[in-house]
């Protein structure tokens, strides 16, 4: 068993968004997405993994294959891995999401 505190995870930069593992085991890997006022992750897909994606702090603009919704703290998304997935921060506010990519 090992437990972490997201809150060492949640680490800006001013040169673009930062993900951070908080565990790669065998099946599944957590993470932290971090993105300061106007960064953003390139679309992209996951191949066999889905991704589930929690917001924690702020607001984005989701696009999942051309679709986009504006997402805010509490919403979670659940994105297959053949799904075009992008993401955005459009508030002056940091957004920091915690992610699960399952292997």
Do not use: W
Not at 11 to 22: A, L, N, P
Not at 46 to 56: D, F, Q, R
């Amino acid at each position: 068993m090992r437990i972490e505190n997201i809150e060492g995870y949640k680490i800006y930069s001013e040169k673009g968004f930062t993900k951070k593992d908080i565990f790669n085991e065998n099946k599944a890997v957590a993470f932290t997405l971090n993105l300061k006022a106007g960064q953003d992750v390139h679309p992209h897909k996951h191949g066999e993994s889905a991704l589930i994606i929690h917001v924690l702090t702020g607001m984005g603009l989701l696009t999942i294959d051309d679709k986009s919704k504006e997402i805010k703290a509490g919403d979670v998304i659940y994105c297959d891995g053949e799904e075009l997935f992008s993401l955005k921060n459009i508030s002056q506010e940091n957004l920091c999401c915690f992610g699960l990519l399952t292997k």
